[in-house]
């Protein structure tokens, strides 16, 4: 086994461990994580440590309440870290991520648009915004006399098509009825307080295939890297290749949105954690991101739950922590901007 597979063979036990922490963990005043632990060894042993209604209570938390939160927080903290690592591949650009080119953005405006009118299904209106935001945003970028799209002009017209869904879902707010608007408001915060079993369902579909598409275009994604002249060098079609990226990321992207709202610039700045420990090879990134996006994810919602008396929405905390990393990285990239 060589240095690179040693420095992530660690990885693979953390999600178990984290997912059965995640289940004793909760705002719930009357039972502590102490309590939910003798329920788990009742569980499994059959002890008799509470009474049957009580265990029956705790049974339903744990199963119908928090299992269901957590395993759609780990998809979709693993669907995003992989989706940001595919993307900077693919513009060989640190600086990229699906909330940058306004993926994000318009799968929040196609999943708003679906919330507010009732009949449509948000995952295929996130899906369809979404790649409409893409297109748009290749559109734009688009230079008529050179023949390789500007990554500047990428970002840029991505930044610009992300207002327009960004005010469209404003508008979309504004028009809603109080009811409607209430559940919007708390979906665009990035909150996963509504997760529930039908969500999971809706999820694991989309988000499996797009993640076992990337994991399967990971060393293709060291071709991609090198640029289009290279790639074409050794036999792959660069065009082919990132139409099928793009079309992962946001499936990604757009069924992640769709199931937990806007979570802001988790995709930009997870892979960049991710690259410093096992290096930028994407045979090990995109496993690696996949295991520690969903990792991460979920240990910063269970900071959102139990931090204080409330619930803060997720979507604030990654926000913090992406908002400054952001702005680290534009001042130490920007000599290759110039």
């Known amino acids: 086994m060589n240095k690179a597979k040693l ?8 999600p178990i461990l984290l997912i059965f922490m995640s289940l004793l963990l909760g705002p719930s005043q009357t039972l502590s994580a102490g309590d939910y632990a003798l329920w788990f060894i009742q569980w499994m042993l059959g002890t008799a440590y509470f009474d049957a209604q009580q265990f029956s209570l705790m049974q339903n938390i744990v199963f119908n309440i928090r299992l269901p939160r957590i395993l759609l927080t780990f998809m979709v903290g693993a669907a995003l870290a992989t989706a940001g690592n595919g993307l900077q591949a693919l513009f060989r650009n640190p600086l990229v991520d699906s909330y940058v080119l306004g993926i994000s953005s318009g799968a929040a405006f196609g999943a ?3 919330l507010s009118l009732s009949w449509l299904s948000p995952n295929l209106s996130a899906f369809i915004f979404g790649v409409c935001a893409v297109a748009l945003t290749y559109v734009f970028a688009q230079q008529k006399h050179e023949s390789q799209t500007s990554l500047v002009m990428v970002i840029l017209s991505g930044m610009i098509i992300s207002g327009l869904f960004l005010a469209g879902l404003t508008i979309i707010q504004y028009l809603s009825d109080p009811f409607k608007l209430q559940a919007i408001v708390q979906w665009t915060m990035g909150n ?3 997760a529930s079993w039908q969500k999971v369902q809706y999820a694991v579909v989309p988000i499996t295939v797009a993640l076992m598409g990337l994991y399967a275009m990971r060393w293709r994604l060291n071709l991609m890297a090198l640029g289009a002249d290279e790639a074409q060098a050794v ?10 990226l793009i079309v992962l990321v946001t499936l990604c992207t757009s069924t992640s949105v769709a199931a937990a709202g806007i979570i802001s610039l988790y ?3 997870m892979p960049h954690i991710v690259r410093m420990l096992v290096g930028p090879d994407h045979r090990y990134s995109i496993p690696a991101n996949m295991i520690l996006g969903g990792s991460f994810l979920l240990l910063i919602d269970n900071f959102s739950r139990v931090l204080l008396s409330f619930e803060i929405p997720i979507g604030i905390f990654t926000m913090l922590l992406g908002a400054p990393f952001f702005l680290l990285l534009i001042k130490t990239q920007r000599t290759a901007w110039a």
């Open 267 to 269: 995709g930009l700045f």
């Open 7 to 14: 420095k992530y063979t660690w990885f693979y036990p953390l």
């Open 192 to 194: 996963l307080h509504q």
């Open 235 to 244: 036999g792959v079609n660069p065009k082919w290749e990132q139409l099928i």
């Open 112 to 114: 708003a648009l679906a």
